[in-house]
């Protein structure tokens, strides 16, 4: 019998060297998240006398007065559900044309499917034009309309991802299409019914993606829709602090509530996201 090699191990200084990196970027990371939430937790006065400092517990009402005021003046909850409600059906519709342009350049189904990937991939080249697309909106009549985010959000930039899924989709074995048509599968159903079960992996990490990148979005919706009842979270922080600048816990209280939502979903689904890239960019 043949022994097994052991693995060769990293010298200690390497480790320590490595993990003393990662520790100073986590506190780079950490540091700022931190430090709004100690501001957010202190009174004003509290907050001009001792900027820097730790806050001081007083009571629960006391202590997440500032969060409490935060969702009463910046209409906190209203604005939540109106941004989950854009960012999920964005994000659902961007998977779902990212699966339906994905897989038939994935097959070859068409003659000059090479080339179509080509001119796709040459598009993230060409940097974005802001005054065409102002003018594309008022042209369709949809400026000031929430639709308009559902446009930007669930069909623009879809390139990176269209390739990761296409490399995801070509491992799937092509036995798997031939059985489904010659059973009588259609086209359609067979891409809403096994391709994007098949390709969860990536799709999901897709998915969380445009999720957070349309939540964190503030230019989008701070040109295209000017009303209130329009604002999302992130337009809705940058008027609260338009109306109360020097009420820095109140503010850093609102933006500590639009920030914590993409950190809870993170910390969450990290692994899924890390594992959804690994296959659709090392498949191929």
């Known amino acids: 019998m043949t022994k097994c090699k052991k693995l060769r191990k990293e010298p200690v200084w390497a480790t320590v060297l490595f993990t003393a990196i990662l520790i100073v970027m986590a506190i780079i990371m950490i540091y700022p998240l931190l430090l709004v939430l100690n501001v957010s937790l202190k009174s004003r006065e509290e907050f001009l006398m001792n900027p820097s400092g730790l806050f001081t517990f007083k009571s629960f009402s006391e202590l997440f007065g500032n969060y409490s005021d935060a969702f009463e003046t910046m209409n906190v909850f209203g604005r939540l559900l109106y941004t989950v409600a854009m960012t ?160 820095w816990p109140g503010l850093s209280a609102a933006t500590f509530t639009v920030a914590l939502p993409v950190i809870v979903l993170y910390i969450f689904l990290q692994r899924y996201i890390i594992d959804g890239m690994a296959a659709g960019a090392l498949k191929g």
């Open 88 to 247: 999920v059906g964005s994000a659902l519709i961007s998977c779902i044309v990212i699966t339906l342009v994905a897989f038939p350049l994935a097959r070859n189904h068409f003659k000059g499917s090479g080339k179509v990937f080509g001119f796709i991939l040459i598009s993230m080249f060409f940097p974005g034009s802001l005054v065409a697309n102002i003018f594309l909106v008022q042209n369709l009549g949809l400026y000031n309309n929430p639709i308009v985010l559902i446009i930007f959000w669930g069909f623009g930039g879809l390139t990176v991802y269209i390739f990761m899924t296409m490399q995801f989709i070509r491992e799937l074995p092509k036995d798997l299409d031939e059985a489904a048509f010659i059973d009588g599968c259609g086209y359609f159903h067979y891409i809403f019914g096994f391709i994007i079960r098949l390709s969860m992996p990536i799709l999901s990490t897709v998915f969380i993606l445009k999720l957070v990148g349309a939540w964190n979005d503030f230019l989008t919706p701070y040109i295209y829709l000017i009303e209130d009842k329009y604002m999302t979270i992130s337009t809705g922080l940058f008027a609260f602090k338009g109306q109360f600048s020097s009420n």
